[in-house]
């Protein structure tokens, strides 16, 4: 029996996210993406679509890679301006009841106190809806805001991020005892000094000398998601992850990484079914084919190549302003996003991407595939992709904010309900429940080893 596909809507705090230029676009609202009511209705939406989650990317720094220039981004809007995600969250967790937030936050530019205390807080605003995309930033101008010259060096950027993931866990799972908030006016003791513990931390990168600001959220760590597949980001995962975002050429390839994640996983002694595995693809889906076509190709004709290009050598740490539109792009070994640069070299030995390819195939919805049809069409397309893939999920970027998740709630997803694919409703609970049947994570992960009491 096939399984139950999981849904992520894809967006960013920002115009166009993965299809620039759509901001011209008359039936496109992204270019609200400042106003509070674009994120409500958009919750809303969504979860009448039973989505599983918003999944909101982020970025610290500008695209300036093309033209050694910020020009390219800022005439484009390719993800600047771009506001921080995870203002938006508390306003739509109170607009919905089911709907998960995977929040992406950097952790190189935040302390792990600070970073620890807003998630505890979201989770329990969101009563246990949020997750963490753990992410740790690939553009040089991210670090130049920061004070450094450039990108502190890739995986020395993965051996940082373990040791913060481990005093984040002291902190969420190891300041306060079960039941320490006591909150007895009988006694008049609102916390239990004896159950709350003092955080000290002596590492390579991080010292801590802390008590968690925040008494035991729902969930305590927030569900845990990871993206880029590299070695070092592959073994990451392995350890840490709970959802990972897997990007490719093509679904074999994803297939091939999505395996090797898995492998992965139980080499580092957790059950790989603790991990599902989504992948990027945009659905452009309406009442008939011709209509879903109309659509598409209305999209396509606001797309900016130039905003594309700019987001591609942002990512890859190219300057692809300085090639001829029929260069082929060839992998150098870069600090930034080499998964990104995998995937447009030598990730598919029998494709060879020329920076036109770049530019006309990540149009709309970046790197990933774009499923035009109606709702039969679609839902066929869609289960193709999950049986060539093996992944778990969808992280669904849109076309047209928010058309695109609204056709989807409409059309594909009565479909998939017809054949068995999709839930009919949502079970209770906290994010991690709904996935995994449990609110806080458990040994072998290491978050569970760090647990006071
Ligand atoms: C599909 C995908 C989505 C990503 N989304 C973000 C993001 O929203 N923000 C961010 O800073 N990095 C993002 N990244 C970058 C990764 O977090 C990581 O920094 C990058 O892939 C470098 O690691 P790698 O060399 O292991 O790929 C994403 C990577 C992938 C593959």
Not at 158 to 183: I, N, T
Request: contains cysteine; proline residues 5%.
């Amino acid at each position: 029996m096939p399984r139950e596909i999981l849904f992520n809507a894809f967006a960013m705090n920002t115009a166009g996210h993965l299809s620039p230029g759509q901001w011209r676009n008359p039936r496109d609202r992204s270019g609200a993406y400042n106003r509070l009511r674009t994120w409500t209705d958009l919750a809303v939406t969504l979860e009448r679509g039973l989505f599983d989650g918003l999944f909101i990317a982020d970025v610290i720094g500008v695209y300036d890679v093309y033209g050694s220039g910020p020009a390219g981004a800022l005439r484009n809007a390719a993800q600047l301006p771009i506001n921080d995600p995870m203002m938006l969250v508390s306003a739509m967790a109170h607009v919905t009841q089911h709907l998960g937030f995977g929040v992406t936050a950097n952790l190189t530019w935040t302390s792990p106190f600070l970073l620890a205390r807003a998630f505890s807080t979201l989770d329990h605003l969101t009563e246990g809806r949020i997750g963490w995309n753990i992410v740790t930033g690939y553009l040089d101008s991210g670090a130049r805001a920061h004070g450094l010259n450039g990108l502190i060096a890739h995986d020395d950027r993965y051996a940082m991020a373990e040791e913060y993931m481990e005093v984040c866990y002291k902190l969420w799972e190891g300041s306060w005892e079960d039941g320490a908030a006591v909150r007895d006016p009988a006694t008049g003791v609102f916390a239990d000094p004896a159950r709350v513990h003092t955080i000290k931390h002596e590492g390579k990168h991080y010292r801590l000398d802390a008590i968690h600001s925040c008494e035991p959220s729902p969930q305590r760590t927030p569900l845990l998601y990871q993206a880029g597949t590299s070695a070092a980001g592959r073994g990451f995962a392995a350890r840490h992850a709970e959802c990972v975002f897997v990007s490719g050429p093509n679904a074999e390839v994803i297939q091939r990484r999505t395996q090797e994640l898995r492998a992965a996983v139980a080499e580092a002694g957790r059950d790989p079914a603790d991990l599902k595995v989504f992948s990027l693809l945009t659905v452009v889906v309406a009442g008939t084919h011709t209509e879903a076509e109309d659509r598409h190709a209305e999209a396509l004709r606001y797309a900016s190549p130039e905003g594309s290009l700019t987001l591609m050598a942002g990512w890859t740490g190219l300057d692809l302003s300085g090639y001829a539109l029929d260069q082929e792009i060839r992998y150098i070994e870069k600090e930034g996003y080499r998964t990104m640069l995998e995937n447009i070299t030598r990730a598919d030995p029998d494709r060879a991407w020329t920076v036109r390819d770049v530019a006309e195939h990540c149009a709309v919805g970046a790197i990933g595939p774009v499923v035009v049809g109606d709702a039969k069409g679609a839902a066929d397309a869609v289960e193709d992709w999950m049986e060539r893939t093996g992944v778990d999920g969808l992280n669904l970027a849109y076309a047209v904010l928010p058309e695109t998740f609204e056709a989807i709630a409409d059309h594909l997803v009565p479909e998939l309900q017809r054949r068995g694919r999709y839930k009919d409703a949502y079970t209770s609970g906290t994010m991690r429940a709904k996935l995994y049947g449990r609110d806080r994570l458990q040994a072998p992960h290491p978050a569970a080893g760090f647990r006071a009491g």
